[in-house]
């Protein structure tokens, strides 16, 4: 009779949940500030809330359509592309969305504080700088995450 290592069979588990997770193509350099100028131009846009309907709603739906097609883009490019908030990451990972989803919080909360206070334009110039920062504090947080989630499982 053939020996079963259950603990060996668990871990080429835990390696196939993970890897979804852990292996991915790097990130182009270009990311980050794309999604910053992305994120400042939808800010930007409500500079024809009031002024111009059509042109707001115009550019509002654009926005949302091309942030559609990166979406697709980056599931296609990543093959299972994991998505925060669904499935079960590595305990490494989780800890990093759950700080993303903080940031994302404060990242708002001082894109609108900038707003009230200074206005749409720098509420803009902001979201630029603070999605851009914070995109690429994140992909590092991850990188290292994912660094770690891989010795563990080796």
Excluded: C
């Excluded at 894109?111 to 630029?128: C, I, T």
Aim: proline share 6%.
């Amino acid at each position: 009779m053939e020996s079963i290592d259950v603990a060996a069979q668990l871990q080429a588990v835990e390696r196939g949940e993970a890897a979804p997770y852990i292996s991915y193509p790097p990130t182009p350099w270009w990311y980050a500030p794309a999604i910053g100028a992305w994120a400042a131009a939808f800010i930007g846009v409500f500079t024809w809330w009031r002024e111009n309907t059509a042109l707001f709603t115009s550019f509002l739906v654009l926005l949302i359509v091309v942030e559609g097609l990166f979406l697709r883009w980056m599931q296609q490019r990543h093959g299972a592309l994991p998505m925060p908030g669904r499935g079960r990451p590595p305990a490494e990972i989780a800890v990093v969305w759950r700080g993303y989803f903080a940031g994302v919080l404060v990242v708002a909360a001082l894109v609108g504080l900038v707003w009230w206070l200074a206005g749409l334009g720098f509420a803009a110039a902001a979201a630029f700088v603070l999605v851009t920062a914070g995109l690429a504090l994140y992909e590092a947080k991850y990188a290292v995450a994912a660094e770690r989630v891989k010795a563990r499982l080796r």
